[in-house]
């Protein structure tokens, strides 16, 4: 048994990383954060770009060998397919883990590590802390209509955001006493004036933007996935990060720097979950039987 400074049991805490696509590299820089202070967490968790993260950290990668693979990294790297609005399988992305970490399975890793994605046959969000990483990774990552649906056993995976974005649930399923939340797309909803009433020869005709409404309703349905991820953690480290696009990199260091101030700003109270002195949350039991743990 553990003890910390204060004499009491060391707490049990999860990290977990949240979806946004390329977003996602501010990531790196909440890691560098942790680095700086030495914090050690139990156990990993990632939806989508998290899921990347999530696992690369699990398995000891430290902030600076992140930055450098993200570096080399491009978007073609990951979406192969050259044909406008065909979706693309996720050769690009196993290939990366596979370059990265081998032909590994989950439970290979250096700490423990759940991927979260959805089931498209059975509509349920899907745990997977066992089995081929790569795959997992992919089958969270693969957001519909850009990449084709991951066979995983006799499951058919899609992005895990769709059901839960913010996988701060999952640790405490397997035993965490707090779990930090890095939500890298806080930021997520903003209305739109798109909708204008036109006064066109005395008639009032509504002027509406199709594509900019449509966004809109997008986000607004997934801000309502993220809920979860922020009743479910102890602390939430939230980056604003909507300046930068999810699907460029170009901004890569700025969004590292965002998610390191972002961390920073929130250490006094870091600290004091790893002290074990921080105020637990009283938490809704989410209804695991709409999850499968595999």
């Known amino acids: 048994m553990k003890f910390n400074f204060f004499g009491s049991k060391t707490p049990k805490i999860g990290v977990a990383f949240g979806g946004g696509g390329a977003r996602g590299m501010s990531h790196i820089g909440v890691i560098k954060a942790f680095e700086e202070f030495?914090?050690?967490?139990?156990?990993?968790?990632?939806?989508?770009?998290?899921?990347?993260?999530?696992?690369?950290?699990?398995?000891?990668?430290?902030?600076?060998?992140?930055?450098?693979?993200?570096?080399?990294?491009?978007?073609?790297?990951?979406?192969?397919?050259?044909v406008?609005?065909?979706?693309?399988?996720?050769?690009?992305?196993?290939?990366?883990?596979?370059?990265?970490?081998?032909?590994?399975?989950?439970?290979?890793?250096?700490?423990?590590?759940?991927?979260?994605?959805?089931?498209?046959?059975?509509?349920?969000?899907?745990?997977?802390?066992?089995?081929?990483l790569a795959k997992a990774v992919a089958g969270s990552c693969c957001v519909p209509g850009i990449f084709q649906p991951v066979e995983f056993g006799d499951r058919l995976l899609c992005d895990g955001g769709l059901q839960n974005t913010i996988p701060a649930n999952v640790p405490r399923y397997f035993g965490c006493d707090y779990v930090i939340a890095v939500?890298?797309?806080?930021?997520?909803?903003?209305?739109?004036d798109s909708v204008k009433v036109l006064d066109v020869l005395g008639c009032a005709i509504i002027s509406v933007k199709v594509l900019d409404v449509l966004g809109c309703a997008i986000?607004?349905?997934m801000k309502s996935n993220a809920v979860k991820g922020y009743l479910s953690a102890d602390l939430v480290i939230g980056t604003d990060n909507k300046r930068f696009k999810s699907t460029s990199l170009e901004g890569i260091d700025e969004m590292v720097q965002q998610g390191y101030h972002n961390?920073?700003?929130?250490?006094p109270?870091?600290?004091?979950?790893?002290?074990?002195?921080?105020k637990k949350k009283k938490l809704k039991d989410f209804d695991?039987?709409?999850?499968?743990?595999?």
């Open 38 to 82: 030495g914090l050690h967490f139990d156990y990993f968790a990632g939806t989508s770009v998290g899921s990347i993260i999530g696992s690369a950290y699990a398995n000891g990668l430290t902030s600076k060998d992140m930055l450098e693979i993200a570096k080399d990294l491009s978007v073609k790297d990951i979406r192969t397919n050259k």
């Open 84 to 132: 406008i609005f065909m979706p693309s399988k996720t050769d690009g992305l196993e290939k990366l883990m596979v370059d990265t970490f081998g032909d590994i399975n989950i439970e290979d890793l250096k700490k423990p590590f759940s991927a979260v994605a959805v089931d498209i046959k059975s509509t349920k969000e899907v745990c997977i802390s066992h089995g081929n």
């Open 269 to 278: 109270q870091i600290m004091q979950i790893f002290e074990g002195r921080y």
């Open 183 to 192: 939500d890298c797309n806080s930021t997520r909803t903003y209305g739109t």
């Open 219 to 221: 986000r607004v349905l």
């Open 263 to 267: 961390a920073i700003d929130l250490m």
């Open 288 to 294: 695991k039987d709409e999850i499968e743990f595999i």
